[in-house]
């Protein structure tokens, strides 16, 4: 079996389509198919249902996806293992959690670029789901996680953080209190949260639950910066990580709101798929995070 046809039939397994696939690889939607009517020759079994305009994997190629994954990820690494040394060079594909954008992800790429400017750094956001996927199908590197998830024995951890959670309001607003808060009066409280499923947000809703409370919910969003400037403009209370909230508190623009009973750390982590070979631009990035 080509390497080749192995990659492109990731693709269009990955991606549902033939055309998709086509483009993303810079193929013609024919040589694509041809590819793949290869494959099924060599193999002498359908690797495709075709449903209409949909596809799906027969059992037979979801048994060739993963071994064709675990192929095509050797011969990548045969490749870079064999590579003359040098500085890092080549493409960095980093997946990070949506949140960590506004802490200290930034400042940490800006001091990476400048001491490895070879190297082509590409950044994903997403949620953990999306960016698992993402890393499991070898469509990135590294990924650098928040909160609690399932981690598959497949993974390599090689850095780790704390970040403390906390619940902020604009000063003169009516939920911003100098004192610690009693946790009833958070049931009289609008909450400006992240989309379901956020590790933090759920941190949270299950101290409330302990409380047998029910938290009122005045914005949902998969947005951080759109939280901030609700919480700016005294609509409700954040809940956010520490590091978003760090310049906000120091300008006097929202104070923390102390809950008794309530002192939590959500984790960061970054990881790498461990059948991946570290290459020099991966191992240069996970250097420089671990100083962070």
């Not at 960095?92 to 930034?106: A, E, I, M, N, Y």
């Not at 949902?220 to 978003?244: C, R, W």
């Not at 623009?253 to 290459?279: C, D, M, N, Y």
Request: aromatic share 8%.
């Amino acid at each position: 079996m080509e390497l080749r046809n192995l990659n492109t039939f990731i693709r269009v397994a990955d991606l549902h389509s033939f055309s998709r696939a086509a483009a993303e690889l810079g193929y013609t939607q024919s040589t694509v198919t041809t590819q793949i009517q290869l494959l099924e020759q060599e193999l002498g079994l359908p690797l495709f249902d075709r449903l209409g305009k949909r596809i799906a994997l027969t059992p037979a190629g979801e048994i060739l996806l993963e071994h064709a994954r675990a192929l095509v990820r050797g011969a990548e690494n045969a490749k870079l293992a064999v590579q003359q040394p040098g500085p890092p060079r080549g493409k960095l594909r980093l997946g990070v959690f949506t949140s960590l954008c506004g802490g200290p992800l930034p400042q940490l790429l800006r001091r990476y670029h400048e001491r490895y400017p070879q190297v082509d750094l590409e950044v994903q956001t997403g949620g953990w789901n999306q960016l698992a996927r993402q890393l499991n199908a070898g469509g990135l590197d590294l990924v650098w996680l928040l909160g609690e998830g399932p981690v598959p024995g497949s993974w390599a951890q090689s850095c780790s953080g704390a970040h403390p959670l906390q619940l902020a309001a604009a000063p003169g607003s009516p939920w911003a209190s100098p004192g610690p808060v009693p946790p009833a009066r958070l049931s009289g409280m609008p909450f400006l949260f992240t989309e379901q499923g956020c590790p933090y947000r759920a941190v949270f809703e299950n101290f409330c639950a302990r409380q047998g409370l029910q938290p009122h919910i005045f914005l949902e969003t998969d947005s951080t910066t759109a939280i901030l400037k609700f919480a700016l403009s005294g609509l409700g209370v954040a809940l956010l990580p520490g590091f978003l909230l760090e310049g906000p508190q120091a300008r006097g623009e929202l104070v923390p709101l102390q809950v008794e009973g309530f002192a939590a750390v959500v984790p960061s982590r970054l990881f790498r798929h461990a059948a991946k070979w570290k290459t020099p631009a991966m191992e240069a990035f996970l250097a420089l995070a671990g100083e962070v």
